[in-house]
């Protein structure tokens, strides 16, 4: 009996050490996944606060070039060129555990897309319920041209019209073609992965993905030259804001004149454009190279001197977080900044 009692003794023993081992362990593994969690968490916690401190950073470069901007045009008040501080380029700015970049340009030195839209009743002319017989607008003029000068692979003619039909069908408020390359709700309804089309302006050159026609070799060529004014068919290319490595454009807004402009001649004429640009637009078609040109109202009222549309680009960095946001400024009458909208994210 005794021998037996001890022999249960040892064994209680063994269960009560098995059972101690396993809650050390159990605790040991809760301690553990706490541990793991409340360092996550923390880190969480820095990486929003260190992203919110990147987005100020950022705001504060919007707030800087608003200034700059403000400030050039205390100086010239009817001009805009290239020569003004907000015209500097790309700069950054060393700040407390990080830096702030940024760069304005000018909206009106590219076409705006959203000009392709007409306004509402203007479309149809006096020929109710067809747009195929109204005159096309400048900029769609200017769009076809330009897609056909930058020399896309398998890209003529034919292929430029058809794009830009199908551009002012998305844009237009109507359901019906503008041409017999447009593309309305069925067109897009019929697809794989269905949708419908906008009808309304476009919010980014991103949006050309959709739009029937559009290639991605056609959209890398186009984004350099074209641009998106939200909300605006505004169609007022400055001259003096204009890039002379992008000559091409400039030879796309004379399209339909009498004689054609070259792009050599258009590419000198930028190029001996001095810093402070053109002081009134009639210098501007007085050079040699316009003056030989049949130029209608129409085509005139393309250009002007002055720009109210700017982007800015910015970034700010803060330790490991990084901020990207471009904003579109605005100019108006009174010499004050609004920002029409802002898009995060590079």
Known sequence: MTNLALNVRVKQKGVALITVMLIVALASVLAMQMTTRLHLQMQRTSNISFNQQAYWYAMGGEAFAKRLLMTSFEKDTEITNLSQDWAVGEMSFPVDFGTITGEITDLQ??????????????????????????????????????????????????????????????????????????????????KQFPYLPANHYLASINELRIVEHFTVPVINALKDYVCVLPSNNLHKININTLDPEKPELLKALFTGVGSVLSVADAKQILMDRDAEGFKDIQTFFALPELSKLTLTDAQKEQFAVDSEYFLLKASASFNDSYFSMYSTLQVDSNNKIQVDSRTVGR
């Open 109 to 190: 030195a590219c076409l705006n897309l959203n000009a392709l839209r007409a306004e509402i009743g203007s479309e149809n002319g006096s020929n109710s319920g067809s747009k195929s017989s109204t005159t096309k607008l400048p900029a769609r003029l200017a769009l076809e041209e330009l897609i056909t000068s930058l020399n896309i692979e398998g890209i003529e003619t034919f292929e430029a019209e058809s794009m830009a039909d199908a551009l002012t069908d998305w844009l237009d408020p109507d359901g019906s073609l503008s041409s017999a390359g447009g593309a309305e709700d069925s067109d897009y309804a019929s």
